[in-house]
C-alpha cells in the first residue's frame, strides 16, 4: 500500500474507537496473539505447534477468511514495525500467511479499560444521530408523501416524533431572526425622508460629497482620508478622459479639499507665515500680486523655523481683495487650501504659531435622526379618518429631516474654530463649507459661459419674500458695486474669446455673482464650443490678456459667512422648480423667476497646467470654481449637460503625471501624509503577493530586487553617504599622490576623464563661493533622516547640468551658453557636505520602447553599455544577472518542520533538535522571493549602481513614450553627472521590480 493510502487511512480512523471481533468458534487459541479490554494491542503467547488435518482443509479456511479485493487492501492497515506474517487483517485480528489459524474469546478482561471503549463508542454513535449532517428542518427531512404546506408554521402539521425537533428550531430561529422595520416593503424605504434619514445614517463614518450619489451609480468609489470618494468611471474612459483634457473638459470634485481661513491684522500674519516658509522654494505669503489678492499662490510649508526639513505639505492660498486704500494693519482674511491627509497636521503646527489655544466655537449641529427613532416618531396615536402626522416626544410637529451638508459632516462637540489671545488672530476650518469643482482643458471656460449667467440687478424685493436675496437687494443699491459686478459680467463674457485658459495669468481670479443655473439647463445634453467669430478682433480680449483681471474685480461675496449661509438656506427646492417648470404655458419654454431667482456668490481661480519644461506648455490648464454649500448638485449637472466629462482620483493622477508635477501625497516622501501612504501601499501589495501561489509569482531574491512594494528612500541615502565618504578618502589619496608628483617631476598630473577643468580661477572661485552660500542659507542637513531638494537656484543649476552639451543632431553647445556651470570636484564638495541625505525630483522619458512601473529603480550607466550604446542604435539596454535565491533552502526547512509539528510526529529529544530548532527560529518571517529586513547595501547590490526610484510611471498619452517620476540622490546624482561624457549627459536606466532587462532613459530636472 502506498504511503499516501496509508496517512489517508489514518487520519480518518484516528478517532474510532477499538473493537473486538469474535470468532463463530471458541476452539483453543491457534492465533498466538490475545487481545485485551476490546483494544488493538496485542502480545505474543508462547508459540505452539500447528496441526492442520489436511490442505484441503486450509484451503477451505483460506477462502473463508480473505476477502476477493485487491491485494494492496491487505495491507493498509499493518503497522510499520510488523511484518506480513505477524500482523492481523483489519481489526478482527486476522493472520495471513498459510497457517490454519483460529480466533477466540479473550482470557480475561478489565472492567475500567473495557467501559472506556465502549463509552467511547457509545458516544461517537450518539453523535452521529443527534447531528445534523445537512442544514435542512425537520420537515424538510421528511419524504414527499408525508410534507404538508404548513409544516413550516404550524408544528401540530409534523408527526409527533418530531414535533419537540421542531419547537427546538422555531425558537431558535425566533431569536436569530433581525430585528426589521417596520417600513418593510420598498416602496416606504424608497420614500425621500426615509431615504434621507438612513443616507445620514451612513455618513458617519465617511464624509460624502454632495454629489455622492452620482458618482455612486458611475464611479468605483473608494474611502480615503474619512471620505467616500470616486475612484474611476465603471465604463472604459481612460483614452476619452485624456482627449477630455486635451481637447474640450474633464469635470472634478475637488470638494473634499480642506480649506483653513486665517483672519487677523496683516502684519501679524505676514510675520508669523514667514517662519513656515522659505523664498527659497518660490514666491511666499508676502509676494505682490498674491497679497493684493489677484492671484492665487502656491507654495510649500515646513514646521516653524525649521527649513529644509520637517517638511509639512504643498498648499495653495488666496488673500481676500482689501477695501480700502491698503494699510497693512488692516484686518485681512486669508484663504489656505490643502490635502485632507495633511490638514491636521498643517492645522496643528499653525495653531501653535500663532498660540491659538482658546476654541471661539466649537460644532453642534442638528442631532442626526435615525430610521429607528423615525420609526419611533411614526407609532402615536392617530385621530381615525385623519392623516398621520410626524409628532416629536413633546407633542409638537416634527421639523422634517434635513440632509447632511457643511458643517453637520462635523463631529459634535469638536471644535472648529481658534483665537489667539496675544495677536487676535482668529483660525477657522471651512472644510464642506466651501464646494470646489475643477475643470480641466482648453473649453472648460467655453462651459463655465454656457452654464453660468452672472445675475441680474435687483433694488426691490420679491413680493411675500423678506430673507431671500435681501443681502443682494442691499448690494444692488450702491452704485459702486453695482458698476463692480457690470465690470466682472463684461470680462467674464470676454472669456469665450479665448482660446484656452493657459493664456490667461496663472492663478488669475475672478469673482462672480450669477444665477441659478438650474434654470439655464438644456433639454438634452449638448457640447459647449467656443464663438471665435464674436470676438476675433476684439481689442478688450487682447487687453485682458496682457493686463489681466484688475483686482477690484477679484472680490466676491463668498467671502462672507452670513451672505454664504443665506444663500445656502433659501435655495428653492427642486420640487418647487419643477412645479414652475409645469405652470409654463409653452411646456419646455425658458423659465423666468425674476427677483425669485437665487443670487449665489462663486470665485474663479485659473489653474496654470504645465508650467515647467520645455513641452507642452500650459497643458492641463482650466478652472477651478469655488461654491457655497448646499448648491453642489445645481452646478454638478449642468456642467455634464453642457458636454464635461467626469473624473475621478485616477484621473487626477494621470493629470499629475502628464504635468511632471509630485502627486499629493503619494510624491511626498519627507512629509508625515507621504510615509503613512507608503507604508499602506507596502502592505495592500505585500498582501496581493501572499495571496498568489509561489509558483505564480515573481521571485524577487532572483531577480535581484530588494524592496518591490516600497522605496527605502532613508536607506538609500545613508548607503550614498557612506559611499561618497569612501569616494572622499580614495580622493585625498589620490589628491597627495598627484602633489608629490607635480613636485617632483614638474609635470600636472592628467585629470579625470568626465571632470571639466575651468580655466578662470576667478569664475571658479565666484562659484564655490556662491553655492557655498545657498548651502548656509539652507543650513547643513546634520539630522539622520532625508529631505526633498526644494531650493530652485540648485535645481535650475541641476537642471542645466542634466542636458547634453553636444549630440548627433545638434550643435556643440559650451556650458555657459547653456546657463549651466561646471561639475567639479571642487564646487561638489560643498554640496556634499550641506546636503549629505537630500532627494531630488526628476521626470524621466524612455529612449525606445517599455513603460516604466511603480517601484521601478533608476541606476546609473557604466562605461562598457555607452559603448555598446553608441555600436548598435537599437540596443535597448544591458540585462541584470540572475541572483541566486539563499533564502529557498530556509523556507523549505521551516515548512518541513511546520507539517512535521501539524501531524505530530516532531521529534522530542536532544540537543539536536535544539540547535535545529534555533536554526529554524531565525528565519520565521521569511517569505518565498521577497529579502528580508535589514537589507544589504541597496546601490551596490545589482551590477548597476542604484540611484533612486520611480513613484509614477507609465505609457504617456501625451508624449507617446514611457515615461516615469521619482526621486533620485542627490550625491549619486552629481557623481554620475561628473563623470559621464557630454553627449550622455543625464542617460540612465530604468529597470522594472519584476523584471531582468534595463532599458535607457533620459533624466530631466524641471524647475
Known sequence: MSNAREKKRAKKMRNQPASVTLSSDCGPCHSGIQHHNGGSRSFQTPKQDLHPDSSQEFQQQRHQHQSPGPSYRKEQYFSKGQNRVERGRGRGGWRGGRQNVSQEMPKYVTASTFAQARAAEINAMLKA???????????????????????????????????????????????????????????????????????????????????????????????????????????????????????????????????????????????????????????????????????????????????????????????????????????????????????QDILTELKTVFQCSEPVETCSPEPIVTLLQEEKQTDVAMIVGKKRKREDNEGEKALPVKKIIGDGTRVPLQSYCWTSQTTGVVISDLTMEILRYRLIGPLSHCVLTEVLKTASIHTEMADGE?????????????????????????????????????????????????????????????????????????????????????????????????????????????????????????????????????????????????????????????????????WGMAFWIPFVYRGARVGGLQEGLKHSEYKRTPYVPNDFPDCPAGIQFAKELENILLEKFKRRPPAKRANYVKLGTLAP????????????????????????????????CATERQVPCEPKPGLIIEDSQGDMMEEMTEIQNLCKEDGAATSSGFFVLRNRKLLKQLSASCRPTCGKGQRVRPASKLGQKEMTEDALLPIFKCYPRVLVWVSLSLLRKGSPELHAMICIPTQEDFL????????????????????????????????????????????????????????????????????????????????????????????????????????????????????????????????????????????
Request: net charge positive; charged share 25%.
Open 129 to 343: 444521530v443527534t447531528q445534523k449532517s445537512s442544514n435542512s428542518l425537520v420537515f424538510q427531512t421528511l419524504p414527499r408523501h408525508m410534507r404538508r404546506r404548513a409544516m413550516s408554521h404550524n408544528i401540530k402539521r409534523l408527526p409527533r416524533r418530531l414535533r419537540e425537533i421542531a419547537r427546538k428550531e422555531a425558537e431558535k430561529a425566533v431569536h436569530q431572526k433581525k430585528e426589521h422595520s417596520k417600513n418593510k416593503c420598498r416602496k416606504a424605504r424608497r420614500r425621500h425622508v426615509n431615504l434621507v434619514v438612513e443616507f445620514n445614517r451612513r455618513q458617519k463614518k465617511n464624509i460624502w460629497l454632495e454629489t455622492h450619489i452620482w458618482h455612486a451609480k458611475r464611479f468605483h468609489m473608494v474611502k480615503k482620508w474619512g471620505y467616500c470618494l470616486g475612484d474611476r468611471p465603471t465604463t472604459k474612459s481612460y483614452r476619452a478622459c485624456y482627449r477630455a483634457m486635451t481637447k474640450h473638459c474633464l469635470l472634478q470634485d475637488l470638494s473634499y479639499y480642506c480649506c483653513l481661513e486665517l483672519n487677523g491684522k496683516e502684519e501679524e500674519l505676514l510675520k508669523v507665515l514667514a517662519r513656515m516658509c522659505s523664498i527659497d522654494t518660490g514666491p511666499t505669503f508676502a509676494a505682490v500680486p498674491c497679497l493684493s489678492g489677484r492671484l492665487q499662490g502656491s507654495l510649500v510649508l515646513y514646521r516653524v523655523d525649521r527649513y529644509p526639513e520637517d517638511f509639512l505639505g504643498p498648499i495653495t492660498f488666496i488673500w481676500k481683495p482689501k477695501a480700502g486704500s491698503g494699510i497693512t494693519s488692516e484686518t485681512r482674511q486669508l484663504w489656505i487650501w490643502t490635502h485632507p491627509s495633511l490638514k
Open 466 to 630: 423678506t430673507e431671500l436675496n435681501n443681502w443682494w437687494v442691499e448690494n444692488c443699491k450702491n452704485s459702486e458695486k453695482v458698476s463692480l459686478h457690470q465690470r466682472q459680467e463684461a470680462i467674464f463674457e470676454l472669456l469665450q474669446g479665448i482660446s484656452s485658459p493657459s493664456e490667461i495669468a496663472a492663478g488669475t481670479i475672478l469673482g462672480l455673482t450669477v444665477g441659478d443655473p438650474r434654470v439655464n439647463l438644456p433639454k438634452k445634453r449638448s457640447k459647449a464650443m467656443p464663438n471665435p467669430e464674436k470676438y476675433q478682433d476684439n481689442e478688450k480680449v487682447r487687453q485682458l490678456l496682457l493686463e489681466g483681471v484688475p483686482v477690484e474685480c477679484a472680490h466676491s461675496f463668498i467671502w462672507d459667512q452670513t451672505i454664504c449661509k443665506n444663500v445656502t438656506e433659501n435655495k428653492i427646492s427642486e420640487q418647487d422648480l419643477n412645479h414652475m417648470r409645469g405652470e409654463l404655458l409653452v411646456p419646455g419654454s425658458q423659465l423666468d423667476l425674476g427677483p425669485c431667482e437665487s443670487k449665489i456668490p462663486i470665485l474663479l481661480v485659473q489653474q496654470p497646467g504645465k508650467v515647467a519644461g520645455e513641452d507642452r506648455p500650459g497643458w492641463g490648464s482650466g478652472w477651478d470654481i469655488y461654491l457655497p454649500k448646499g
Open 709 to 740: 512594494f516600497l522605496c527605502p528612500w532613508g536607506q538609500l541615502t545613508r548607503d550614498w553617504e557612506v559611499r561618497n565618504k569612501a569616494l572622499e578618502e580614495s580622493v585625498v589619496t589620490s589628491s597627495a599622490d598627484s602633489k608629490s
Open 868 to 1007: 555598446q550604446l553608441n555600436k548598435d542604435q537599437l540596443f535597448c539596454g544591458p540585462k541584470e544577472p540572475k541572483h541566486s535565491d539563499t533564502f529557498k533552502h530556509k523556507i523549505l526547512k521551516l515548512k518541513e518542520r511546520k507539517k512535521k509539528k501539524n501531524n505530530g510526529k516532531a521529534l522530542e529529544s536532544g540537543a539536536s533538535d535544539a540547535l535545529e530548532a534555533k536554526a529554524v527560529e531565525e528565519p520565521k518571517e521569511l517569505i518565498l522571493g521577497l529579502w528580508p529586513d535589514p537589507l544589504p547595501d541597496v546601490t551596490s547590490h545589482c551590477s548597476r549602481i542604484l540611484l533612486g526610484f520611480v513613484t509614477q510611471g507609465d505609457f504617456s498619452l501625451a508624449a507617446g513614450c514611457g515615461e516615469a517620476l521619482g526621486f533620485v540622490n542627490l550625491t549619486g546624482l552629481l557623481h554620475m553627472l561628473s563623470s559621464q561624457p557630454a553627449d550622455k549627459k543625464g542617460l540612465v536606466l530604468l529597470r522594472t521590480p519584476a523584471s531582468l532587462q534595463y532599458r535607457f532613459a533620459r533624466l530631466n530636472i524641471e524647475v
